[in-house]
């Protein structure tokens, strides 16, 4: 890749997006040997609220560490789609949960969307892995970083006994959104 | 032979700054009697205090001496403590200090239950300042900030501690001066936060403003209201109406936060 | 052998930090944005025989931190704004006894509870002017996560070799991001220890100047007995009101740092050398400013970045000789002028100083610096 390349996860407090961009911003700095700043930011509360993980990857060293022109945006849910999409660049991804999202913004977007929360509560089993869900499809529309290095990282984050349950959310995520995006 | 109070004195510290007729030596000259009874190391001893009258104490004392900031003792003691388990630590100062602003440290040190021994000097006011009321000054009591009567209610400041869950609390007072070194050496031997109160009096500051005409006045009254808690069990409520219990008032055995926290070290370095 | 890499964030640095540098014991307080400084100490510190105490309030912290370093240990705290203004009573209280202890205090929003979550550059006039009375300050103000590990391990050093509290500010965005970092083996960076008595017991004192401005500084428990007290006080410890004793014992307080500024002070030029236009910043700022920089030198204009890393002391001899060669300096910070004041302060009005202040818990973006160069004619 040539130069920097932003990314921002959004959605509800709670729904592990934080933990989404750090396994992504690892993946690239741990695994792919390039670099990447994460930050995020919430507001008092811990859980419900819009919540933003935001995460640069540049094959060279990274000095500001927020979105400045935001080239690829997922939102799970309809307040952090309409809080966070001002800045998604002409042309840029936008991953969208298709149950919970119901009005895109407007302008000339790569929009993908799939029902990612239900996948990950009736297809993967746990609602607890919609962020793992939506990182695999991010790794792929975005392909800033390697599959085999994101799912280290996941791998790397995850406890012992939920292994085979994030995989199985990682690898769904990544294939529906090659489907989708068609 | 007279008792040698020399050896923990610290050499040219003396003489204090307390007034004529102020208990704070009583009391002071009780610790160095209770220390050599349990033939205390003076630099392996940690003496703490505040700011007040009562917390110039430590100046005087040849140990390891902190004097700190206003309510602080508890709280300093606590560091030096936990990071030196083997030392003793022992923390004085006055009812001020110790319930008003060290409240919140106070009562969270015997929550605790962290093995140190706080002697709090109860003169009922601030005297250093000059005496303004204190959270232990009799409801209607003169200070100069009660010019027409303290409106106030007072701690009583051994149910604090046994409130805050302190495993030994006893009560002294200046007047009986040989009980003092028996508390506080049992208070030291005690293995958790201890606490003696001693009820002393500030002529300067509290006696000329409450209608006490001597210094003798005030101790009598010391030795009026005392009752021992094992003579209080045969009195009735009418008579125990305005005494108050001295000896020791609760001992119980729980564990000790160094203890307790040496178990953290343990149980960390097992699952490394 | 590789050494270890992990992608950390910066406030958890800032504890790997302290415990390369030997930290032993730590007393906080729980308070948002710093407290993952203190949730990683409460699981790394007993692993090496550490100890870790989350005490009642911030008050008690700072008091603890004091007792538990006079043992002789080396000490770290963490805290936030809120916490620094209540800390401030017994960090006046670790200046004037000399104990040697770190504050790391990671800045959000003020006065008062302001705003938890959201950064900030604030608190730096706080950590010179926020306890009462004369004294000395150092503050070190790291921007990036690798940088969080070593300014920590550096005011370490600065604390033991100078016995007083040396802070560490990180801004929030600098705590919470997250960024590679390569931990250094044991003895590539420097750790200093503190220096105590070269003499027996009964012949030490606490603030013996025959040893320089720097008195030795035994430990409690050690078979050294001396008396601590915060009020002003004589070479033995002991407090006196001696006109001449209490006048030259505040004055080598403050010139213990003034006449060791060369060794303390740190910054960071990049292409300040035949810069027109230089932009003074610090913390998430100063990488605003790089960015802003890099861009301004693609279209021709002569920019260049001055990265404060230590606040205080402040580099106001340097500023000053660049303020004849620039024809600007730009100031961004998350505040509403602190840095920008200072730097007036020392360039004797050589070059206008254009200030950008944001509070309200977004960063300063390169775009705005960008703009602000275009003022500077």
């Known amino acids: 890749m040539a130069g920097r390349y932003e990314i921002r996860f959004s959605g509800a407090g709670g729904q592990g997006l934080i933990l989404a961009g750090v396994i992504m911003a690892e993946a690239a700095s741990i695994y792919d040997g390039i670099q990447a700043v994460q930050s995020q930011s919430y507001g008092p509360e811990a859980r419900g609220g819009a919540s933003k993980s935001e995460v640069i990857i540049s094959d060279g060293p990274i000095d500001y560490p927020k979105v400045t022109k935001c080239d690829a945006l997922l939102a799970l849910t309809q307040e952090a789609c309409d809080k966070y999409s001002h800045d998604l660049k002409e042309g840029g991804v936008l991953l969208i949960d298709s149950d919970l999202v119901l009005r895109e913004p407007p302008g000339n977007f790569k929009v993908t969307k799939f029902n990612i929360t239900n996948t990950a509560k009736n297809e993967v089993g746990r609602e607890i892995v919609t962020n793992i869900v939506a990182l695999g499809a991010m790794v792929a529309l975005t392909g800033v970083v390697t599959k085999e290095s994101a799912e280290k990282a996941v791998l790397s984050r995850v406890p012992e006994a939920f292994i085979d349950l994030n995989k199985k959310a990682f690898q769904l995520g990544y294939e529906k959104a090659m489907a989708a995006k068609g | ?68 900031a206003h309510g602080r003792a508890a709280a300093f003691a606590t560091g030096v403590k936990m990071a030196k388990p083997e030392m003793n630590v022992i923390l004085v100062g ?56 303290n409106p106030d209610p ?51 500051t509290y006696g000329r403003r409450n209608k006490y005409r001597s210094v003798v006045e005030m101790m009598n009254r010391l030795k009026e209201v005392a ?33 307790q926290y040496a178990k953290v070290l343990q149980r960390a370095q097992a699952a490394k | 052998m590789a050494k270890k890499v992990a992608f950390l964030q910066g406030n958890e640095a800032a504890a790997h930090g302290a415990l390369y540098a030997g930290c032993k014991f730590f007393a906080g307080y729980p308070i948002t944005p710093s407290t993952e400084v203190a949730e990683v100490m409460s699981a790394e510190l007993p692993k090496v025989g550490g100890k870790f105490i989350q005490m009642e309030d911030e008050i008690g912290a700072m008091a603890a931190l004091i007792g538990a370093s006079l043992t002789g240990l080396k000490v770290l705290t963490s805290t936030s704004g809120p916490g620094l203004s209540l800390k401030q009573e017994n960090i006046g209280y670790a200046c004037i006894t000399e104990v040697p202890c770190v504050i790391v205090n990671v800045m959000r929003g003020g006065p008062s509870t302001g705003m938890p979550t959201g950064p900030s550059q604030s608190d730096v006039m706080c950590a ?150 230089i932009v003074v910043a610090f913390g998430s700022t100063s990488r605003s400013a790089r960015f802003a920089v890099d861009e301004a030198r693609k279209n021709g204009i002569k920019a260049g970045l001055f990265r404060l890393i230590t606040f205080w002391p402040f580099p106001e001899e340097r500023l ?58």
């Open chain 2, 94 to 149: 006055g009812d001020g200090d110790g319930t008003a602003i060290g409240g919140n440290h106070f009562i969270h040190a015997c929550r605790r239950n962290i093995d140190m021994t706080y002697i709090i000097m109860n003169n009922y006011i601030y005297g250093m300042t000059g005496g303004q009321f204190s959270p232990c000054t009799p409801t209607g009591a003169k200070a100069s900030t009660t010019p027409y009567g």
């Open chain 3, 128 to 277: 010179k002017w926020g306890t009462h009375g004369d004294h000395a300050a150092i503050c070190l103000v790291p921007a990036s996560v690798q940088e969080l590990f070593e300014e920590t391990v550096r005011a370490f050093n600065i604390a033991e070799k100078y016995r007083m509290p040396v802070m560490v500010m990180p801004d929030e965005i600098v705590g919470h991001m997250r960024e590679r970092i390569v931990f250094p083996e044991p003895g590539e960076i420097e750790v200093i220890e503190r220096t105590g008595p070269s003499v027996p017991p009964e012949q030490y004192k606490p603030y013996d100047t025959s040893y320089g401005d720097v008195p030795p500084l035994a430990a409690f428990g050690s078979g050294y007995k001396f008396h601590v007290t915060g009020l002003n006080k004589m070479q033995d410890g002991f407090p006196t009101t001696k006109a001449e004793i209490v006048q030259a014992e505040e004055e080598r307080q403050v010139r213990k740092v003034e006449a060791n500024k060369a060794d303390i002070m740190k910054w960071e030029e990049y292409l300040c050398d035949d810069a027109e236009v």
């Open chain 2, 227 to 259: 009752v021992p808690v094992k003579a209080a069990e045969k009195m009735t409520a009418e008579q125990l109406e305005g005494k108050v219990l001295t000896g020791v008032l609760h001992k119980v055995e729980q564990p000790e936060y160094c203890e």
């Open chain 3, 320 to 377: 000053l000789e660049l303020s004849k060669q620039v024809k600007g300096f730009i100031t961004p910070e998350m505040n509403l002028g602190m840095c920008t004041g200072v730097v007036k302060g020392c360039i004797e009005g050589n070059a206008p100083v254009l200030g950008i202040f944001r509070v309200d818990g977004e960063p300063v973006n390169p775009g705005q610096i960008l703009d602000k160069m275009k003022e500077v004619k």
């Open chain 2, 1 to 68: 032979m007279a008792f040698d109070y020399d050896k923990y004195i610290r050499p040219g510290k003396l003489p204090h700054i307390w007034c004529p007729g102020c208990g704070h030596g009583i009391v002071m000259k009780g610790l160095i009697r209770a220390m050599d009874s349990l033939n205390m190391k003076k630099e392996e001893t940690a003496i703490v205090s505040g700011i007040g009258c009562a917390s110039r104490l430590p100046g005087y004392m040849d140990c390891c001496t902190l004097h700190t």
């Open chain 2, 154 to 204: 007072g701690f009583d400041i051994a149910k604090l501690a046994i409130g805050a869950g302190a495993t030994f609390v006893a009560r002294g007072t200046a007047y009986h001066a040989t009980q003092i070194d028996k508390l506080i050496a049992e208070a030291i031997q005690h293995k958790g936060f201890s606490v003696v109160e001693i009820l002393d009096d500030c002529p300067t």
